[in-house]
């Protein structure tokens, strides 16, 4: 098991609505990144933080936004919720530049209806 | 569209058998592949990884293989066991720091 912690583990939204989801990184971490994982694919790199602001971003829309804190936790937001963002969201903690080291929670499944 | 593909989406094996599971990437300024395995109803563990200057790395019971002529990434899997069932990806860093690339992902059985 990898010291990170992801809240909740499952979660039933309406379209349209919003989603806050959570993460705790491994001790002495202090990069968090966050994937989706739609059904049968693999993860897709939403986006990654590293001193509270965000140090890179993949191919999803603005209504994606998330937060660092300074002890690292993170949080991911998710506006607008469609059907599409039905997915496995995952969280992983690194050190900064070490992304070859990442440690992955165990997911929230976000299901939209 | 994505630089990192598997061949095949499911492989069953017998246990004790060797496994080998196969990637193709197509970026070639990729510095860093990594293995992983996903259990259902887990996040992905790191299984292995290989830097792009090198051909071969072994662990425990794995061996990844880097063939860059060809642009194919392999990971063998020794005398596999019912807990090596599970969902393997092949992931790349291209050296921008943040993002790794992850592939679909290979389902692997492994039958008594």
């Known amino acids: 098991e990898t010291g990170v912690t992801q809240s909740p583990t499952h979660l039933i939204k309406t379209r349209g609505q919003q989603v806050t989801l959570r993460c705790s990184s491994q001790?002495?971490?202090?990069?968090v990144s966050w994937y989706q994982q739609a059904l049968g694919q693999g993860p897709q790199f939403i986006f990654q933080?590293?001193?509270?602001?965000?140090?890179g971003r993949g191919n999803f829309p603005p209504r994606f936004s998330g937060l660092q804190f300074p002890n690292y936790s993170s949080e991911l937001n998710v506006n607008a919720l469609e059907l599409d963002d039905s997915a496995l969201y995952l969280c992983a903690s690194s050190l900064v530049g070490r992304n070859t080291e990442a440690f992955f929670g165990q997911g929230t499944r976000l299901t939209v209806v | 569209g994505e630089s990192v593909g598997l061949h095949l989406p499911t492989l069953s094996v017998q246990e004790g058998d060797n496994s080998i599971i196969n990637c193709a990437y197509s970026?070639?300024?990729?510095?860093?592949f990594i293995w992983y395995k996903q259990e259902s109803g887990k996040g992905p563990q790191f299984i292995i990884d290989?830097?792009?200057?090198?051909d071969k790395r072994q662990g425990q019971r794995v061996t990844v293989l880097l063939n860059k002529t060809v642009k194919h990434l392999s990971l063998q899997i020794a005398a596999t066991q019912p807990g090596d069932s599970a969902v393997y990806f092949c992931?790349?860093?291209?050296?921008?720091?943040?993002?790794?690339?992850f592939g679909k992902g290979t389902s692997l059985l492994v039958t008594p």
């Open positions: 992931a790349e860093n291209t050296g921008s720091g943040y993002a790794l690339n």
């Open positions: 001790s002495g971490h202090n990069t």
């Open positions: 933080y590293y001193r509270e602001e965000e140090n």
């Open positions: 970026n070639s300024a990729s510095d860093y």
């Open positions: 290989i830097r792009s200057n090198m």
